[in-house]
């Protein structure tokens, strides 16, 4: 366990007050240092809205890019540089919507970092537009009919590719959502965690208390190793939410097939023209 | 005293693989060759072709004329008659008359060595015949191809056989003999474009490739993807255009010397991941391998159409690079050259070619690489560990701040592509918006250091300036020397270094030229444009063309001439 306030500085914070990214960005300081890590030991990577500023209000490595692409940023981080713990932070809006396609690939690759998606049902940022995961027939001001296109449901999406570890959490219940975070990054592939979050300025329905009451953990008899299990507890047409482990496998890992050849971290390669020398006999 | 070959027939009758086996056969005979190829966007059928150029010197510019055809199809036999002369021969089966087609019996010998599938090889050596060689060197050639193939190989040693053994002389051959050399091996190269980029991506220390397919540019991606074990390069193949420039400044950021390569349709699609490296301030090379557009345009075709686009893509305003090779020599150094640039100066630098200069292959000595540079310009992490702090953007007179990768030191790194401070963090500050926008222009000026001369053959004043830019160079070089050989008089300037220029550079031959005329493949001659802005004078000719087919020396020649004279 190493010091927790090691990851603290002191950017003024953009977030409204009360807002449910607070508790993720105190559990994701606890489960780092419940891991033993050090700040320059990690990178979190993060695209645009209210989610994607979270590390700024830590200290940390930082790629704060564009909305949608924080996945494929994290992607090729983790492949040249093994050695760094690599997080993606992520609203569901940039997860779902803009960063749909990285969010599928990456499930494929299983690549060995962690996608966390702060998930309140909106674009909170630019004033609460709807995202893949609002519930139809919610009024927005972009959807003045009420939503028709039917929500998301990442659990399932993710759990149908075999994604290497799926779970769930909330901001309600953020020292059950620091453990979870410690198991996932722990987990060797790609960990992929839907956190439910209140967002205390737009939707005045699903709120701490919300949470707090509808949320539930599996029994101890819950087999998170069997698929259609799984899928079953994540398609329930109930009100309710599963969280935790809801879904998990060992799958080989991306790098450990594709990058095994290859002296890491790329960052201290030197370069060396006479490489391609060494070509030019195919030529010849 | 040159040879045109042109070798045609249809997609999947093996031409490239034929170009490829003559091309090597007359750079291992110490002669000298150029192709260039001439593709449509399919996988069976159609007309394709491979033209190539051999002599006893170097030569490099593009031509039409046809000496020897091999037709691998009833349609290439008759596709190309006005670029025939009456010396041409054409090797084609004996079944399709055509009154140049030489006696050599194609079909039957295929036949005889056991597949109709060999009948390219033995065109191949019919055409090696005709040009007077002896078989060993093909035949060596065609050991090495197909060695992992004992019963095809077999076979199309026979067939070189049949056609060597046959003591029937091919009527008008004589006219074609290129005498081989001194036959001591020079270790000259037979090699393309897209894999001179490649090596010179590997010279320039490239650890890290990304992309997604697309036409010209793919044969980049394929080559690094071959060569990835021996090398120690990831080489990781994108979901989509958006991914591979993402995946490249998140590769950068982690300390890697990163690259994709794509033509304009991808590269649209990178443009918001482009203005993002602009903003975060990281090292990339972007090998943007031009097609003609809009849209999808001619998928397997040339042009030079987007380099306005390319100057000024991207949201906001960052500095970048542009150099565009002129040639394959040129597109090894050039390409290593990027590499080093792109990470001193932390900028995306673009190495502008075109499915010409990507598919064209010549015979070149091994390319020296003593004189390429083989620092990085990443903080040591001893260098780091003795600062008390760090901050990416820190401000400096130059504009560009040290580069420290993350995990090299207890210093975090941070990014945003929200407008920051100097820290890193997101910022609203007016002033610190200012600053850090004055930052990266004043980097754009630092940047100028790193331009090369442009070349320009000249003297300039009072005559005709011709100015083109990238794979049109060789072409313009063989034009233009014609036209001084008749004593017209004409300047020569060619530019490889577009981006950002110090403008009098351009401005001072472009101004003192009598007439100047525009060379640039393109629809609405993108290069005109670009020197009325940078050279303040709008060109007295632009010489452009919009089919997607390459500009050929007696076209050019015949082009200028004309503007010449008038």
């Known amino acids: 366990m190493s010091d927790i306030k090691a990851f603290d500085n002191d950017v003024d914070i953009a977030w409204c007050p009360g807002c449910g990214n607070f508790p993720i960005l105190g559990a994701v300081k606890q489960a780092l240092a419940g891991l033993d890590l050090l700040p320059h030991q990690v990178l979190i990577c993060t695209g645009i809205g209210q989610a994607p500023k979270l590390p700024h209000y830590m200290q940390v490595n930082t790629f704060n890019g564009l909305h949608g692409r924080e996945v494929a940023v994290a992607v090729a981080a983790k492949l040249a540089a093994p050695d ?10 940039g997860a779902y919507a803009e960063g749909g396609n990285h969010f599928l690939h990456a499930i494929r690759r299983n690549i060995d970092i962690t996608l966390v998606v702060h998930d309140n049902h909106y674009f909170a940022l630019t004033k609460a537009q709807a995202s893949p995961t609002t519930s139809q027939g919610v009024v927005t001001r972009f959807n003045p ?13 993710a759990i149908s590719q075999s994604c290497a570890f799926v779970g769930q959490a909330t901001s309600a219940r953020p020292d059950h959502l620091a453990d979870l975070l410690m198991k996932a990054i722990a987990h060797k592939g790609f960990s992929f965690i ?3 979050q209140p967002c205390v300025s737009w939707d005045h329905v699903r709120t701490y208390e919300y949470y707090r009451e509808r949320c539930y953990e599996p029994g101890s008899d819950y087999d998170a190793s069997d698929r259609l299990k799984a899928m079953e507890l994540v398609t329930r047409a109930e009100e309710r939410y599963p969280v935790g482990v809801i879904y998990t496998q060992q799958r080989p890992e991306y790098s450990d097939q594709t990058t095994s050849h290859v002296t890491l971290p790329l960052r201290r390669r030197e370069v060396n023209p006479d490489a391609a020398v060494s070509l030019f006999s195919r030529f010849q | 005293m040159e040879v045109n070959i042109r070798i045609a027939g249809a997609a999947g009758q093996g031409i490239q693989t034929a170009a490829g086996l003559l091309g090597k056969a007359l750079t291992r005979s110490n002669l000298f060759a150029y192709a260039y190829t001439d593709a449509e966007s399919r996988i069976r059928g159609g007309l394709n072709f491979t033209h190539i150029r051999c002599s006893r010197e170097p030569l490099a510019g593009v031509t039409n004329r046809i000496d020897i055809l091999v037709a691998l199809s009833k349609e290439a036999l008759s596709a190309f008659e006005e670029l025939m002369t009456e010396k041409s021969l054409v090797v084609a089966p004996q ?12 079909g039957k010998l295929a036949e005889q060595a056991g597949s109709e599938a060999v009948s390219g090889t033995v065109s191949i050596a019919t055409a090696w015949k005709i040009l007077g060689q002896a078989p060993g060197i093909l035949e060596t050639l065609i050991r090495e191809h197909f060695a992992s193939k004992k019963n095809v190989l077999a076979q199309n040693l026979k067939a070189l056989n049949l056609v060597f053994d ?30 001179a980029v490649s090596l010179g991506a590997v010279a320039g220390g490239v650890t890290f490739v990304t992309g997604y397919p697309m036409s010209p540019a793919t044969s980049i991606l394929i080559n690094m993807a071959q060569w990835h074990r021996q090398l120690e390069v ?61 849209a999808t ?7 030079q159409g987007d380099l306005n686009f390319v100057r000024h893509a991207g949201h906001g305003s960052f500095p970048r690079v542009i150099i565009a090779p002129g040639n394959i020599s040129e597109c090894f150094d050039m390409t290593a050259l990027a590499f080093d640039i792109a990470e001193q100066y932390q900028v995306p630098v673009f190495v502008m070619t075109d499915q010409l200069l990507q598919d064209s292959q010549t015979t070149m000595a091994p390319f020296a690489v003593g004189h390429l540079p083989k620092r990085r310009h990443i903080m040591s992490p001893e260098a780091l560990t003795s600062l008390t702090g760090y901050r990416r953007y820190a401000r400096t007179e130059s504009g560009v701040s040290p580069l420290a990768a993350p995990g090299d030191s207890r210093h975090v790194v941070v990014v945003d592509s929200d407008e920051h401070d100097e820290a890193g963090h997101i910022t609203e500050s007016a002033r610190i918006a200012d600053e850090m926008a004055q930052k990266r222009l004043q980097k754009g000026k630092t940047l100028m250091e790193a331009s090369w001369k442009n070349r320009l053959v000249g003297p300039v004043d009072g005559r005709p300036l011709v100015v083109g830019w990238g794979s049109s160079l060789e072409t313009l070089k063989e034009a233009v020397s014609r036209l001084n050989a008749e004593g017209l008089k004409v300047a020569h300037f060619h530019l ?30 993108g290069l005109g444009a670009y020197l009325r802005e940078v050279a303040l004078r709008a060109p007295d000719a632009v010489i452009s063309r919009r089919d997607g087919r390459p500009f050929s020396v007696d076209e050019l020649y015949g082009k200028l001439r004309a503007e010449v004279i008038e």
């Open chain 2, 496 to 525: 490889s270094w577009l981006w950002p220029v110090q403008e009098q550079m351009i401005r001072q031959p472009v101004q003192a030229a009598s007439r100047l005329i525009v060379v640039d493949h393109s629809v609405d001659g």
């Open chain 2, 166 to 195: 046959s003591s029937q002389q091919i009527p008008g051959a004589a006219y074609f003999h290129l005498p081989a050399a001194s036959s001591t091996g020079t270790g000259r190269m037979w090699i393309s474009g897209h894999e």
């Open chain 1, 84 to 93: 760094l713990t690599v997080l993606v932070h992520a609203g569901d809006g």
């Open chain 1, 145 to 157: 009919e009420g939503v028709a296109a039917m929500p998301l449901n990442p659990l399932a999406l």
């Open chain 2, 234 to 294: 990831i080489v990781e193949q994108a979901e989509d255009e958006i991914a591979a420039i993402n995946m490249v400044a998140g590769a950068s950021y982690a300390g890697a010397r990163a690259m994709t390569a794509t033509s304009g349709g991808g590269f649209s699609l990178m443009v918001e991941g482009l203005s993002l490296l602009g903003m975060i301030e990281y090292p990339a090379v972007i090998v943007l391998a031009q097609r003609p557009g809009p």
């Open chain 2, 297 to 303: 345009g001619l998928p397997t075709r040339t042009a």
């Open chain 2, 95 to 106: 079944s399709w008359p055509h009154p140049h087609r030489v006696p050599a019996a194609i």
């Open chain 1, 194 to 196: 839907n956190v439910l």
